[in-house]
């Protein structure tokens, strides 16, 4: 158990999602806000890259600053729902064409 990682090595974001099987310390779900990809090493380019096809995997075919950008995903306090009426039956689950889940 020496490769063992410990509960405090793990992120956040690993602890909340899940870690990503290529760096088992973080999520994989970090956006990228790096400078433009041509002035990294290639590790570094590489490492980006694996982690944005991670990604678009996930998230169909989006990268988490993408999402960021469109405010998507946000850390913004946002305010608790308050929709007091019933769904229309033409608009429930059961009815759609394509089931996503």
Sequence with gaps: ????????????????????PEYPTHSGFTPSHLPPIFNLPEVQRDYIKKRESYQRAHFFGFTSAELWNMDILTTRTLRPGNLQNQ?????QRDRWEVRMF
């Design 1 to 20: 158990m020496a490769n063992a990682i410990s509960n405090q090595q793990i992120g956040p974001g690993a602890r909340k999602y899940g870690i990503w």
């Design 87 to 91: 769904i229309l039956k033409i608009m």
